[in-house]
């Protein structure tokens, strides 16, 4: 069961739903999930990423490989190193969360002696950026002084170095859809029991009994049509068709290095496997994960894995080379995280780092289902993480 709201958590959930609720009447009654997604993640105030719950780590609502263990921000810093030798630059951040992939980054990277000329950071959360520039602000100033928040991509053909997103596709909105006779059709949101809480002119009725949102069937979705060969009726998954311009917006910044993005996902083959007939949408309120995104508006997480197959062709398409995809084990494992656990003196800590490292390498854990993928341009440095597996055939 999942916990009960508290006062404050109902009245945001009131009004984020509402709001999505007058969304739906104004557009006629019908909203793609994709946009019911864009705002219960994203409206000003009222999104879940533009509020103010907690989260990320423990006391939030999901946890992050960066939030899990530093071991993580550590193995990402040596193959940033790598690419910062060749290409000298900076590094660009984006989604950095709660700021600690970015400070534990600074701290290795002046440990291994290759700072980058800046790290730049776009977070489209305000409350994040807040608690970012927050954890910022304790680093020496040596590297402080190196963080600059932007509020739009860098121009483009302006960024030497890397770029980093850790679990941002993920976030991306997705058009959901299901399987009728061999062609999908978009599921939209509706609501029910309008008639209670609706004006003639949509508004909701103040004080009136609030309504529900309910899935609906709307038109064929050809580009999903083409993804769906031999699956049963009812069968319903999601695509994101967002992935492609963001590649390309990122892709124009980057004149010279490497993009790593870092998020749960498959190869396409698997991603629309007959046996997966209910999609990858899942919701994360209070470290519970479900499936009901029509509850918790607002306060609670919504994503979908990563079909990597769409990111690889939309970055092919931009002039990008897929250079490597790995599990995030051998990525770990490639930029020397057994090391980082081993070479510790104190029997405590070594405990500590060894479980924490279980839980990022793991099969059952997040080893297996995060991948990470490399993206380049005019790169030529080898890259450490992606020397020990190539799936890049099952793409
Ligand atoms: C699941 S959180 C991951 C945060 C952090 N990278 C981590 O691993 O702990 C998703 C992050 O992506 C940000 N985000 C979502 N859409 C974005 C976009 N289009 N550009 C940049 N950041 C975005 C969110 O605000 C949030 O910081």
Same mark, same amino acid.
């Given at each position: 069961?999942l916990?009960?709201l508290?006062?404050d958590?109902n009245?945001?959930?009131?009004a984020a739903?509402?709001?999505?609720?007058?969304?739906?009447?104004?557009a006629?009654?019908w909203?793609?999930? &994709?946009?019911?997604?864009?705002?219960?993640?994203? &409206?000003?105030?009222?999104?879940?990423?533009s509020?103010?719950?907690?989260?990320l %780590?423990?006391?939030?609502?999901?946890?992050?490989?960066?939030?899990?263990?530093?071991?993580?921000?550590?193995c990402?810093a040596?193959?940033?190193?790598?690419?910062?030798?060749?290409?000298? %630059?900076?590094?660009?951040?984006l /989604?950095?969360?709660? /700021?600690?992939?970015?400070?534990?980054?600074?701290?290795?990277? =002046?440990?291994?002696?290759?700072?980058?000329?800046?790290?730049?950071? $776009?977070?489209?959360?305000?409350?994040?950026?807040?608690?970012?520039?927050?954890r910022v602000?304790a680093?020496?100033?040596g590297?402080? @002084?190196r963080?600059?928040?932007?509020?739009?991509l860098?121009?483009?053909?302006?960024?030497?170095?890397?770029?980093?997103?850790? @679990?941002?596709l993920?976030?991306?909105?997705?058009?959901?859809f299901?399987?009728?006779?061999g062609?999908?059709f @978009?599921?939209?949101?509706s609501?029910?029991?309008?008639?209670?809480?609706?004006?003639?002119?949509?508004?909701l009725?103040?004080?009136?009994?609030?309504p529900?949102?309910?899935?609906?069937e +709307?038109?064929?979705l050809?580009?999903?049509?083409?993804?769906?060969?031999?699956l049963?009726?009812?069968?319903?998954?999601?695509?994101?068709?967002?992935v492609?311009?963001?590649?390309?917006?990122?892709?124009?910044?980057? &004149?010279? /290095?490497?993009?790593? #993005?870092?998020d749960y996902?498959l190869?396409?083959?698997?991603?629309?496997h007959?046996?997966?007939?209910? /999609?990858?949408?899942?919701?994360?309120?209070?470290?519970?994960?479900?499936?009901d995104p029509?509850?918790?508006?607002?306060?609670?997480?919504?994503? =979908?894995?990563?079909?990597?197959?769409?990111v690889?062709?939309?970055?092919?398409?931009a002039?990008?080379?897929?250079t490597?995809?790995?599990?995030?084990?051998?990525? #770990? $494992? %490639?930029? +020397?995280?057994?090391a980082?656990?081993?070479?510790?003196?104190?029997?405590?800590?070594?405990?500590?780092?060894a479980g924490? =490292?279980?839980r990022?390498?793991?099969?059952?854990?997040?080893?297996?289902?995060?991948?990470?993928?490399?993206?380049c341009?005019?790169?030529?440095?080898?890259?450490?993480?992606?020397a020990?597996?190539?799936?890049?055939?099952? #793409?």
């Amino acid at each position: 069961m999942l916990p009960l709201l508290t006062a404050d958590e109902n009245r945001h959930a009131q009004a984020a739903r509402d709001f999505i609720c007058e969304r739906i009447l104004a557009a006629g009654g019908w909203l793609s999930f &994709a946009d019911f997604m864009e705002s219960a993640l994203y &409206a000003p105030g009222l999104g879940y990423y533009s509020a103010g719950a907690v989260k990320l %780590g423990a006391s939030g609502d999901f946890v992050t490989a960066p939030e899990i263990s530093d071991l993580f921000s550590r193995c990402v810093a040596r193959q940033c190193a790598d690419v910062l030798a060749a290409t000298g %630059g900076q590094i660009l951040e984006l /989604g950095a969360g709660t /700021g600690r992939m970015a400070v534990t980054i600074l701290k290795s990277l =002046a440990e291994i002696g290759v700072l980058p000329e800046r790290y730049a950071i $776009l977070e489209v959360s305000a409350d994040l950026a807040e608690r970012q520039r927050a954890r910022v602000e304790a680093l020496p100033a040596g590297l402080r @002084e190196r963080v600059v928040w932007l509020d739009r991509l860098p121009a483009p053909g302006s960024v030497r170095g890397v770029v980093l997103a850790n @679990e941002v596709l993920d976030a991306l909105p997705v058009q959901r859809f299901v399987v009728r006779s061999g062609k999908a059709f @978009e599921l939209g949101v509706s609501v029910v029991g309008v008639g209670a809480g609706a004006s003639a002119s949509g508004a909701l009725v103040t004080g009136a009994p609030a309504p529900d949102f309910a899935w609906c069937e +709307g038109a064929e979705l050809p580009s999903a049509s083409e993804l769906i060969t031999a699956l049963p009726n009812g069968y319903t998954s999601e695509l994101c068709s967002r992935v492609e311009p963001w590649i390309a917006s990122v892709s124009q910044c980057l &004149a010279q /290095g490497a993009l790593l #993005l870092f998020d749960y996902g498959l190869p396409r083959s698997h991603y629309y496997h007959p046996q997966r007939v209910d /999609g990858t949408l899942r919701c994360y309120f209070k470290q519970r994960a479900h499936n009901d995104p029509f509850i918790n508006v607002g306060i609670q997480d919504i994503t =979908a894995w990563v079909d990597f197959t769409r990111v690889a062709d939309g970055a092919l398409a931009a002039g990008l080379e897929v250079t490597g995809f790995v599990t995030q084990a051998a990525f #770990l $494992l %490639g930029t +020397g995280i057994e090391a980082m656990t081993i070479e510790v003196d104190d029997v405590a800590t070594r405990a500590r780092l060894a479980g924490e =490292a279980r839980r990022l390498l793991m099969p059952g854990e997040m080893g297996e289902s995060f991948k990470v993928m490399a993206l380049c341009r005019d790169l030529d440095a080898p890259l450490r993480g992606f020397a020990h597996q190539d799936l890049r055939g099952s #793409l």
